[in-house]
């Protein structure tokens, strides 16, 4: 079946560094969504991606749409402590029309 | 600021007992979804449904689990028995299907069920 996978699975970074996760499917997506997830909390969406190639950018945080459209990435500039949390791609299906989530990254900031 | 709402947030029941889920979705957005999230693993989707109508349930258990909404609205996910490896976080979101290409989840704060 369709899988999402995200790499890493756990990252610890000092305060100040980059990060960066990927986000790669076994199907070409129709679209993808980033979401972010707090320690205890519910998923937050962040972005959506639609077009091949696409990139955007939200303050110090830069998603990119790869060309085949089966891959993503999320960068983040100059990591905060606020940052800290788990980190999803999702997207659906361009075929089935079915949303599966990635596998997540979590990500942990050390002050 | 509209939230999805869920209710309870906690619940603790014996295995082979029934328990059930329910959401309100924000006004107005047509799609509801309910996934199960196990600690440490991405939200796996059950069920989604399109105004009353099941849109795809491929993923949802059909001799324990079963998820309704009558009137398009609120939604009711049951599951009967509970077993010890259903404990789980359960999220319910909703979205604005039909804007355009957005498919923007919104997400409620989750029933958190242990079995014990």
């Known amino acids: 079946g369709q899988q999402v996978m995200q790499i890493p699975q756990y990252q610890h970074v000092q305060e100040g560094e980059d990060f960066t996760t990927y986000c790669n499917s076994s199907?070409?997506?129709?679209?993808i969504q980033w979401y972010k997830q707090r320690p205890g909390g519910h998923p937050v969406f962040l972005i959506q991606l639609v077009k091949s190639g696409e990139v955007k950018k939200q303050k110090r945080l830069t998603f990119q749409f790869g060309e085949a459209k089966k891959n993503s990435s999320l960068h983040i500039t100059a990591t905060q402590t606020t940052d800290v949390g788990t980190y999803f791609c999702?997207?659906?299906?361009?075929?089935?029309?079915?949303?599966?989530f990635g596998t997540g990254t979590r990500l942990k900031v050390l002050a | 600021e509209a939230e999805v709402a869920q209710s309870p947030r906690y619940k603790i029941t014996e295995k082979s007992q029934a328990v059930a889920f329910w959401c309100d979705p924000i006004s107005g957005h047509a799609t509801l979804y309910w996934y199960r999230q196990i600690l440490g693993q991405g939200p796996e989707l059950l069920v989604q449904f399109q105004d009353e109508s099941v849109v795809d349930d491929s993923q949802l258990p059909k001799d324990r689990f079963s998820a309704e909404r009558l009137k398009g609205v609120d939604s009711t996910l049951k599951i009967q028995p509970a077993e010890l490896g259903d404990s789980a976080m359960y999220l319910c979101?909703?979205?604005?299907f039909g804007a355009g290409e957005s498919y923007e989840q919104y997400f409620g704060p989750g029933t958190r069920l242990t079995v014990t």
């Open positions: 999702a997207g659906i299906n361009s075929g089935t029309y079915k949303y599966i």
């Open positions: 199907t070409t997506l129709s679209n």
């Open positions: 979101a909703s979205s604005p």
